[in-house]
Protein backbone atom coordinates (compact mmCIF):
# COMPACT_ATOMS: atom_id res chain seq x y z
CA UNK A 1 0.00 0.00 0.00
CA UNK A 2 2.53 2.60 0.99
CA UNK A 3 4.80 1.92 -2.56
CA UNK A 4 1.22 2.39 -4.32
CA UNK A 5 -0.02 5.24 -2.50
CA UNK A 6 3.97 6.84 -3.31
CA UNK A 7 3.86 6.38 -6.88
CA UNK A 8 -0.13 7.65 -6.92
CA UNK A 9 -1.02 4.40 -7.92
CA UNK A 10 -3.81 4.15 -5.06
CA UNK A 11 -5.45 6.83 -3.20
CA UNK A 12 -5.77 8.27 0.00
CA UNK A 13 -8.79 9.19 1.33
CA UNK A 14 -9.81 11.32 4.46
CA UNK A 15 -13.26 11.18 5.61
CA UNK A 16 -14.56 14.32 8.30
CA UNK A 17 -12.89 17.68 7.13
CA UNK A 18 -13.04 19.75 10.07
CA UNK A 19 -9.76 21.53 12.37
CA UNK A 20 -8.44 17.59 12.46
CA UNK A 21 -9.15 15.81 8.77
CA UNK A 22 -8.63 18.95 6.50
CA UNK A 23 -4.28 19.31 7.52
CA UNK A 24 -4.21 15.67 7.41
CA UNK A 25 -5.65 15.35 3.95
CA UNK A 26 -3.62 18.71 2.33
CA UNK A 27 -1.00 17.21 4.00
CA UNK A 28 -1.10 14.48 2.34
CA UNK A 29 -2.16 15.75 -0.37
CA UNK A 30 1.65 17.34 -0.78
CA UNK A 31 3.01 13.69 -1.37
CA UNK A 32 -0.17 11.30 -2.53
CA UNK A 33 -3.30 11.56 -4.40
CA UNK A 34 -6.14 12.58 -1.88
CA UNK A 35 -10.10 12.25 -2.24
CA UNK A 36 -11.07 14.65 1.08
CA UNK A 37 -14.78 13.93 1.74
CA UNK A 38 -16.98 15.31 4.10
CA UNK A 39 -21.13 15.14 4.07
CA UNK A 40 -21.61 18.65 4.14
CA UNK A 41 -21.91 20.02 0.82
CA UNK A 42 -21.48 23.71 1.59
CA UNK A 43 -18.12 22.37 3.13
CA UNK A 44 -16.81 21.08 0.22
CA UNK A 45 -17.98 24.33 -1.80
CA UNK A 46 -15.65 26.24 0.26
CA UNK A 47 -13.05 24.08 0.03
CA UNK A 48 -12.98 23.95 -3.34
CA UNK A 49 -12.56 27.21 -3.51
CA UNK A 50 -8.99 27.05 -1.54
CA UNK A 51 -11.44 28.20 1.91
CA UNK A 52 -10.88 26.39 5.50
CA UNK A 53 -14.32 26.69 6.66
CA UNK A 54 -12.75 26.11 10.27
CA UNK A 55 -10.97 29.38 9.78
CA UNK A 56 -7.47 27.36 10.38
CA UNK A 57 -5.62 27.40 7.28
CA UNK A 58 -5.24 30.16 5.31
CA UNK A 59 -6.08 30.15 1.32
CA UNK A 60 -1.99 28.99 0.51
CA UNK A 61 -2.37 25.83 2.50
CA UNK A 62 -4.43 24.34 -0.56
CA UNK A 63 -2.06 25.23 -3.07
CA UNK A 64 0.34 22.61 -4.36
CA UNK A 65 -2.01 19.73 -3.41
CA UNK A 66 -3.46 17.08 -5.41
CA UNK A 67 -7.14 16.52 -3.85
CA UNK A 68 -10.36 16.26 -4.81
CA UNK A 69 -13.20 17.15 -2.03
CA UNK A 70 -16.52 15.58 -2.75
CA UNK A 71 -19.37 14.01 -0.91
CA UNK A 72 -20.16 11.59 -2.98
CA UNK A 73 -19.23 7.50 -2.41
CA UNK A 74 -18.84 7.01 -5.80
CA UNK A 75 -15.56 9.02 -5.90
CA UNK A 76 -14.50 8.11 -2.41
CA UNK A 77 -14.45 4.29 -3.80
CA UNK A 78 -10.98 4.85 -5.83
CA UNK A 79 -9.64 5.21 -2.30
CA UNK A 80 -7.59 2.23 -1.11
CA UNK A 81 -6.41 3.36 2.36
CA UNK A 82 -9.30 5.71 4.65
CA UNK A 83 -8.38 7.64 7.26
CA UNK A 84 -11.82 8.93 9.77
CA UNK A 85 -11.23 12.27 11.47
CA UNK A 86 -14.73 12.69 12.09
CA UNK A 87 -15.96 14.32 16.21
CA UNK A 88 -16.87 12.28 18.61
CA UNK A 89 -19.06 14.35 20.77
CA UNK A 90 -21.00 13.62 24.06
CA UNK A 91 -24.68 13.64 24.10
CA UNK A 92 -27.07 15.89 26.79
CA UNK A 93 -26.11 13.11 28.92
CA UNK A 94 -22.85 13.30 29.03
CA UNK A 95 -22.14 9.87 27.21
CA UNK A 96 -20.41 8.88 23.75
CA UNK A 97 -22.49 9.85 20.99
CA UNK A 98 -20.66 7.85 18.15
CA UNK A 99 -23.35 9.04 15.26
CA UNK A 100 -20.65 10.40 13.33
CA UNK A 101 -18.33 7.96 13.91
CA UNK A 102 -20.51 4.93 12.49
CA UNK A 103 -21.94 7.55 10.06
CA UNK A 104 -18.32 7.88 8.51
CA UNK A 105 -17.85 3.84 9.15
CA UNK A 106 -20.77 2.96 7.22
CA UNK A 107 -20.13 4.56 4.08
CA UNK A 108 -16.49 3.46 3.95
CA UNK A 109 -18.78 -0.10 4.27
CA UNK A 110 -20.11 0.50 1.21
CA UNK A 111 -16.86 0.97 -0.90
CA UNK A 112 -14.67 -0.85 1.04
CA UNK A 113 -12.55 -3.74 -1.16
CA UNK A 114 -10.17 -6.34 -1.05
CA UNK A 115 -6.50 -5.07 0.14
CA UNK A 116 -8.23 -1.70 1.48
CA UNK A 117 -6.81 -0.20 4.30
CA UNK A 118 -8.97 2.01 7.43
CA UNK A 119 -7.59 4.01 9.87
CA UNK A 120 -9.56 5.88 12.88
CA UNK A 121 -8.08 8.74 14.21
CA UNK A 122 -11.14 9.69 16.15
CA UNK A 123 -10.86 9.99 19.78
CA UNK A 124 -12.67 7.14 20.82
CA UNK A 125 -12.43 4.62 24.43
CA UNK A 126 -10.14 1.52 24.24
CA UNK A 127 -12.27 -1.18 22.13
CA UNK A 128 -14.75 1.11 20.19
CA UNK A 129 -12.44 0.44 17.08
CA UNK A 130 -12.61 -3.13 17.06
CA UNK A 131 -15.88 -3.40 18.76
CA UNK A 132 -18.09 -0.88 17.25
CA UNK A 133 -16.65 0.04 14.21
CA UNK A 134 -15.06 -3.23 12.92
CA UNK A 135 -18.62 -5.09 13.14
CA UNK A 136 -20.14 -2.44 10.42
CA UNK A 137 -17.52 -1.93 8.22
CA UNK A 138 -17.42 -6.23 8.17
CA UNK A 139 -21.23 -6.47 7.50
CA UNK A 140 -21.64 -3.90 4.76
CA UNK A 141 -18.58 -4.48 2.55
CA UNK A 142 -19.13 -8.76 2.87
CA UNK A 143 -15.36 -8.50 3.85
CA UNK A 144 -13.11 -9.97 6.76
CA UNK A 145 -10.56 -8.18 8.55
CA UNK A 146 -6.93 -9.64 8.66
CA UNK A 147 -8.13 -11.41 5.34
CA UNK A 148 -9.52 -8.99 2.92
CA UNK A 149 -8.60 -5.72 4.66
CA UNK A 150 -6.64 -4.38 7.61
CA UNK A 151 -7.70 -1.70 9.84
CA UNK A 152 -5.66 0.39 12.37
CA UNK A 153 -6.10 2.95 14.92
CA UNK A 154 -3.71 6.40 14.90
CA UNK A 155 -4.87 9.80 17.19
CA UNK A 156 -5.41 13.18 16.47
CA UNK A 157 -3.33 15.30 18.18
CA UNK A 158 -4.02 18.35 16.05
CA UNK A 159 -4.29 21.35 18.68
CA UNK A 160 -6.72 24.27 17.07
CA UNK A 161 -5.03 27.56 17.16
CA UNK A 162 -1.40 26.61 17.34
CA UNK A 163 1.01 26.93 14.48
CA UNK A 164 3.83 25.55 16.39
CA UNK A 165 2.81 22.07 17.37
CA UNK A 166 1.46 21.22 13.94
CA UNK A 167 0.84 17.61 12.09
CA UNK A 168 4.45 17.00 10.48
CA UNK A 169 6.48 17.92 14.16
CA UNK A 170 4.03 15.96 16.45
CA UNK A 171 5.02 12.25 17.03
CA UNK A 172 2.10 9.77 15.24
CA UNK A 173 1.03 7.14 17.35
CA UNK A 174 0.14 4.70 15.35
CA UNK A 175 -1.58 1.05 15.22
CA UNK A 176 -2.75 -2.18 13.60
CA UNK A 177 -4.74 -5.03 14.04
CA UNK A 178 -1.38 -7.61 13.33
CA UNK A 179 2.06 -7.21 12.67
CA UNK A 180 1.71 -6.66 8.47
CA UNK A 181 -0.91 -3.15 9.14
CA UNK A 182 1.09 -1.60 11.72
CA UNK A 183 4.31 -1.40 9.88
CA UNK A 184 2.19 -0.46 6.51
CA UNK A 185 0.29 2.12 8.45
CA UNK A 186 3.15 3.56 10.34
CA UNK A 187 4.93 3.75 6.81
CA UNK A 188 2.25 5.69 5.30
CA UNK A 189 2.20 8.12 8.12
CA UNK A 190 5.81 8.66 7.51
CA UNK A 191 5.48 10.06 4.29
CA UNK A 192 4.37 13.15 6.39
CA UNK A 193 4.91 13.30 9.49
CA UNK A 194 8.69 14.39 10.12
CA UNK A 195 8.54 13.61 13.82
CA UNK A 196 8.10 10.05 13.26
CA UNK A 197 5.86 7.71 14.53
CA UNK A 198 5.27 5.25 17.84
CA UNK A 199 4.25 1.97 17.32
CA UNK A 200 1.49 0.98 19.63
CA UNK A 201 1.43 -2.87 20.25
CA UNK A 202 -2.32 -2.82 19.81
CA UNK A 203 -5.25 -0.78 18.66
CA UNK A 204 -6.70 -0.69 21.84
CA UNK A 205 -3.27 0.82 23.51
CA UNK A 206 -3.01 3.50 20.89
CA UNK A 207 -6.91 4.51 21.57
CA UNK A 208 -5.80 4.24 25.71
CA UNK A 209 -3.32 6.36 25.17
CA UNK A 210 -4.95 9.36 23.09
CA UNK A 211 -7.84 9.63 25.89
CA UNK A 212 -6.13 9.52 28.78
CA UNK A 213 -3.72 12.99 27.16
CA UNK A 214 -6.69 15.14 27.32
CA UNK A 215 -7.87 13.28 30.81
CA UNK A 216 -4.30 14.11 31.98
CA UNK A 217 -4.96 17.51 31.67
CA UNK A 218 -8.64 17.82 32.09
CA UNK A 219 -7.72 16.33 35.89
CA UNK A 220 -4.53 18.91 36.02
CA UNK A 221 -6.82 22.20 35.37
CA UNK A 222 -9.56 20.77 37.84
CA UNK A 223 -6.77 21.00 40.23
CA UNK A 224 -5.70 24.15 39.45
CA UNK A 225 -9.72 25.15 39.47
CA UNK A 226 -10.08 23.79 42.37
CA UNK A 227 -6.98 25.65 44.29
CA UNK A 228 -8.70 28.94 42.82
CA UNK A 229 -11.58 28.45 44.51
CA UNK A 230 -9.89 28.14 48.13
CA UNK A 231 -7.34 30.52 47.40
CA UNK A 232 -10.49 33.67 46.93
CA UNK A 233 -11.26 32.36 50.30
CA UNK A 234 -8.20 32.86 51.64
CA UNK A 235 -8.11 36.52 49.50
CA UNK A 236 -4.65 35.20 47.67
CA UNK A 237 -4.50 36.38 43.34
CA UNK A 238 -3.93 32.27 42.28
CA UNK A 239 -1.67 32.76 39.39
CA UNK A 240 0.60 34.81 42.06
CA UNK A 241 0.50 31.63 43.54
CA UNK A 242 1.26 29.85 40.44
CA UNK A 243 3.99 32.09 39.63
CA UNK A 244 5.99 31.71 42.62
CA UNK A 245 5.41 28.00 42.80
CA UNK A 246 6.44 27.64 39.18
CA UNK A 247 9.90 28.57 40.11
CA UNK A 248 10.37 24.99 41.27
CA UNK A 249 12.08 22.83 38.02
CA UNK A 250 9.23 19.85 38.29
CA UNK A 251 6.59 22.36 38.71
CA UNK A 252 3.45 21.44 36.02
CA UNK A 253 2.42 24.57 34.61
CA UNK A 254 -1.37 23.95 34.19
CA UNK A 255 -3.68 27.13 34.84
CA UNK A 256 -7.35 27.64 35.90
CA UNK A 257 -9.88 28.16 33.62
CA UNK A 258 -13.09 27.21 31.63
CA UNK A 259 -12.32 24.13 29.68
CA UNK A 260 -14.72 23.52 27.11
CA UNK A 261 -14.35 22.28 23.34
CA UNK A 262 -14.01 18.84 21.79
CA UNK A 263 -11.16 17.15 23.27
CA UNK A 264 -10.43 18.11 27.33
CA UNK A 265 -14.13 19.01 28.08
CA UNK A 266 -15.77 15.71 26.30
CA UNK A 267 -12.96 13.05 25.66
CA UNK A 268 -12.94 12.51 29.98
CA UNK A 269 -16.33 10.82 29.05
CA UNK A 270 -15.66 8.25 27.05
CA UNK A 271 -13.17 7.08 29.42
CA UNK A 272 -15.12 7.10 32.02
CA UNK A 273 -18.34 5.58 30.04
CA UNK A 274 -16.26 2.70 29.65
CA UNK A 275 -14.57 2.02 33.06
CA UNK A 276 -18.71 2.28 34.31
CA UNK A 277 -19.10 -0.46 31.38
CA UNK A 278 -16.42 -2.31 32.83
CA UNK A 279 -17.25 -2.26 36.53
CA UNK A 280 -15.27 0.58 37.96
CA UNK A 281 -16.36 3.88 39.17
CA UNK A 282 -13.75 6.73 37.83
CA UNK A 283 -13.81 9.04 41.19
CA UNK A 284 -10.61 11.47 40.47
CA UNK A 285 -11.88 11.71 36.52
CA UNK A 286 -15.52 12.14 37.43
CA UNK A 287 -14.46 14.43 40.11
CA UNK A 288 -12.05 16.70 38.00
CA UNK A 289 -15.31 16.72 35.22
CA UNK A 290 -17.49 18.34 38.39
CA UNK A 291 -15.14 20.89 38.65
CA UNK A 292 -14.59 22.11 35.49
CA UNK A 293 -18.11 21.65 33.87
CA UNK A 294 -19.02 24.01 36.96
CA UNK A 295 -16.61 26.85 36.66
CA UNK A 296 -18.97 28.62 34.07
CA UNK A 297 -21.14 29.48 36.85
CA UNK A 298 -18.28 29.80 39.59
CA UNK A 299 -16.99 32.97 37.41
CA UNK A 300 -20.95 34.34 37.29
CA UNK A 301 -21.82 33.85 40.75
CA UNK A 302 -18.58 35.35 42.33
CA UNK A 303 -19.37 38.38 39.64
CA UNK A 304 -22.15 38.96 41.14
CA UNK A 305 -21.46 38.89 44.72
CA UNK A 306 -18.97 41.33 43.79
CA UNK A 307 -21.09 43.75 42.52
CA UNK A 308 -23.88 43.13 44.98
CA UNK A 309 -21.04 44.06 47.42
CA UNK A 310 -19.82 47.44 45.46
CA UNK A 311 -24.14 48.67 46.02
CA UNK A 312 -25.16 47.45 42.35
CA UNK A 313 -28.67 46.56 41.76
CA UNK A 314 -28.64 43.38 39.98
CA UNK A 315 -32.01 44.59 37.96
CA UNK A 316 -29.93 47.22 36.44
CA UNK A 317 -26.98 45.88 35.99
CA UNK A 318 -25.12 45.42 32.45
CA UNK A 319 -21.93 43.25 31.85
CA UNK A 320 -19.88 42.87 29.12
CA UNK A 321 -18.16 39.44 28.00
CA UNK A 322 -15.32 39.53 25.90
CA UNK A 323 -14.54 36.59 24.29
CA UNK A 324 -17.22 33.43 23.49
CA UNK A 325 -15.04 30.96 21.74
CA UNK A 326 -13.70 27.89 23.91
CA UNK A 327 -10.58 28.90 23.69
CA UNK A 328 -8.03 31.52 22.80
CA UNK A 329 -7.27 32.53 19.07
CA UNK A 330 -10.28 29.93 17.30
CA UNK A 331 -13.06 30.82 15.88
CA UNK A 332 -14.97 27.12 17.03
CA UNK A 333 -17.14 27.83 19.98
CA UNK A 334 -18.13 24.02 19.82
CA UNK A 335 -19.03 23.46 23.63
CA UNK A 336 -18.47 27.21 24.97
CA UNK A 337 -18.39 27.26 28.35
CA UNK A 338 -18.44 30.99 28.26
CA UNK A 339 -22.23 30.21 27.40
CA UNK A 340 -22.58 29.06 31.15
CA UNK A 341 -21.33 32.13 32.05
CA UNK A 342 -23.33 34.16 30.33
CA UNK A 343 -26.49 32.39 31.32
CA UNK A 344 -25.50 32.21 34.92
CA UNK A 345 -25.80 36.04 34.47
CA UNK A 346 -28.77 36.08 33.06
CA UNK A 347 -30.32 34.29 35.55
CA UNK A 348 -29.63 37.08 38.02
CA UNK A 349 -31.42 39.40 35.86
CA UNK A 350 -28.17 40.65 34.70
CA UNK A 351 -27.97 42.53 31.15
CA UNK A 352 -25.35 41.00 29.30
CA UNK A 353 -23.94 42.10 25.81
CA UNK A 354 -21.00 40.08 24.14
CA UNK A 355 -18.17 40.66 21.77
CA UNK A 356 -15.12 38.44 20.28
CA UNK A 357 -13.17 39.37 17.48
CA UNK A 358 -13.27 35.67 15.72
CA UNK A 359 -16.64 34.20 16.83
CA UNK A 360 -19.67 34.28 13.73
CA UNK A 361 -22.73 35.88 15.33
CA UNK A 362 -25.27 33.76 13.42
CA UNK A 363 -23.66 30.81 14.93
CA UNK A 364 -23.49 31.88 18.29
CA UNK A 365 -26.90 32.52 18.27
CA UNK A 366 -28.04 28.81 16.75
CA UNK A 367 -26.33 27.08 18.96
CA UNK A 368 -26.43 29.20 22.52
CA UNK A 369 -29.15 31.67 21.83
CA UNK A 370 -26.94 34.78 22.14
CA UNK A 371 -25.72 37.03 19.02
CA UNK A 372 -22.24 39.66 19.48
CA UNK A 373 -22.91 42.88 20.29
CA UNK A 374 -21.99 45.07 17.28
CA UNK A 375 -21.43 48.53 19.28
CA UNK A 376 -20.73 48.17 23.04
CA UNK A 377 -22.08 50.55 25.43
CA UNK A 378 -19.80 52.78 27.46
CA UNK A 379 -21.45 51.69 30.37
CA UNK A 380 -20.96 48.26 31.69
CA UNK A 381 -20.59 47.91 35.90
CA UNK A 382 -18.72 44.72 34.75
CA UNK A 383 -16.07 43.53 31.77
CA UNK A 384 -15.24 39.94 31.99
CA UNK A 385 -12.47 39.05 29.52
CA UNK A 386 -13.32 35.51 29.61
CA UNK A 387 -11.06 34.29 26.54
CA UNK A 388 -7.75 35.75 26.15
CA UNK A 389 -7.37 36.18 22.19
CA UNK A 390 -4.33 37.86 20.89
CA UNK A 391 -6.79 40.54 20.39
CA UNK A 392 -6.62 41.50 24.23
CA UNK A 393 -3.71 40.43 25.46
CA UNK A 394 -2.52 44.32 25.24
CA UNK A 395 -5.42 45.67 26.72
CA UNK A 396 -4.78 48.36 29.78
CA UNK A 397 -7.23 49.91 32.11
CA UNK A 398 -7.81 52.77 29.43
CA UNK A 399 -8.79 50.33 27.06
CA UNK A 400 -11.74 48.90 29.79
CA UNK A 401 -12.59 52.53 30.74
CA UNK A 402 -13.85 52.85 27.30
CA UNK A 403 -16.36 50.63 28.63
CA UNK A 404 -17.20 51.09 31.92
CA UNK A 405 -17.92 53.89 34.55
CA UNK A 406 -15.40 55.18 37.29
CA UNK A 407 -17.10 52.24 39.86
CA UNK A 408 -16.57 49.09 37.96
CA UNK A 409 -15.09 45.64 38.13
CA UNK A 410 -12.90 44.01 35.64
CA UNK A 411 -12.77 40.18 35.59
CA UNK A 412 -9.71 39.02 34.18
CA UNK A 413 -10.15 34.86 33.85
CA UNK A 414 -6.47 34.04 32.75
CA UNK A 415 -5.17 36.76 34.79
CA UNK A 416 -4.21 38.83 31.56
CA UNK A 417 -4.37 42.20 33.05
CA UNK A 418 -2.73 41.30 36.76
CA UNK A 419 -0.91 44.34 37.34
CA UNK A 420 -2.82 46.93 34.83
CA UNK A 421 -5.79 47.53 36.59
CA UNK A 422 -5.21 50.21 39.44
CA UNK A 423 -8.50 52.49 39.25
CA UNK A 424 -11.32 49.79 38.73
CA UNK A 425 -12.41 47.08 41.01
CA UNK A 426 -10.17 43.40 39.76
CA UNK A 427 -10.58 40.11 40.48
CA UNK A 428 -9.38 36.85 38.71
CA UNK A 429 -9.58 33.15 39.07
Known sequence: MYSELLNKESKLAVIGLGYVG????????????????????SRIAMMQRNEDPSGELPSSAFEGC???????LDVLREARFFIVAVPTPIDEHKLPDLRPLLGATRSIGQVLKKGDYVVFESTVYPGCTEED??????????????????????????????????????????????????????????????????????????????????????VNIALMNELSIIFNKMGINTYEVLEAAGTKWNFLRFMPGLVGGHCIGVDPYYLTYKAQASGYHAQVINSGRYVNDSMGFYVAKQTVKKLISMGKDMS???????????????????????????????????AVDVIDPRADSEEL????????????????DAVVVAVNHKEYKDLNEQDLLKFTGEDALIVDLKGILRGKITQLRYWSL
Not at 22 to 41: C, H, M, T, Y
Open 133 to 218: CLPVLEELSGLKCGVDFKIGYSPERINPGDKEHTLSKITKVVSGCDAESLEEIARVYEIVVKAGVHRASTIKVAEAAKIIENTQRD
Open 22 to 41: LPIALEFARKVSVIGFDINA
Open 365 to 380: QHEYGFSLTTQPGNDY
Open 316 to 350: KCKVLVMGATFKEDVEDIRNSKVADVINEFKSYGV
Open 66 to 72: DIVFTDS
